[in-house]
């Protein structure tokens, strides 16, 4: 069994509305690796928690559950901010946690 933490980056299309296409970093969590080809048993010391950074802005968006992010894009500005709303599906290690999550990225938070 060995660890390994995966770090992707997903093009999201222009959030800020600057005219330039944007980027989501996203680390995932240190996972386990079983003895088999492709096992995934689970984060290290169960902690689960995925960070995504963004290229034009400091917030840190901080997801619980989640083996990292199957896709992370934008929507539009569902809450008339003027920033553009971020949405991830995440990856899970039991396929049945599956869903579709909405942040918004106001006051950095």
Same mark, same amino acid.
């Given at each position: 069994?060995?660890?390994?933490?995966?770090?992707?980056?997903?093009? #999201?299309?222009?959030? @800020?509305?600057?005219?330039?296409?944007?980027?989501? %970093?996203?680390?995932?969590? !240190?996972?386990?690796? /079983?003895?088999?080809?492709?096992?995934?048993?689970?984060?290290?010391?169960?902690?689960?928690?995925?960070?995504i950074?963004?290229?034009?802005?400091?917030? #840190?968006?901080?997801h @619980?559950?989640?083996?990292?992010?199957?896709?992370? %894009?934008?929507?539009?500005? !569902?809450?008339?901010? /003027?920033?553009?709303?971020?949405s991830?599906?995440?990856?899970?290690?039991?396929?049945?946690?599956?869903?579709?999550?909405?942040?918004?990225?106001?006051?950095?938070?």
């Amino acid at each position: 069994m060995f660890y390994q933490k995966d770090i992707d980056t997903f093009l #999201i299309g222009d959030v @800020n509305l600057d005219g330039k296409e944007d980027t989501a %970093f996203v680390t995932s969590p !240190l996972y386990k690796i /079983g003895n088999a080809i492709d096992t995934i048993e689970g984060c290290k010391d169960d902690t689960c928690l995925t960070i995504i950074h963004f290229n034009f802005d400091s917030t #840190i968006l901080f997801h @619980n559950g989640a083996l990292g992010c199957q896709s992370v %894009f934008s929507v539009e500005d !569902l809450n008339l901010d /003027g920033i553009k709303e971020i949405s991830l599906i995440p990856n899970w290690f039991t396929s049945c946690w599956q869903g579709l999550f909405v942040y918004s990225l106001k006051d950095k938070k």
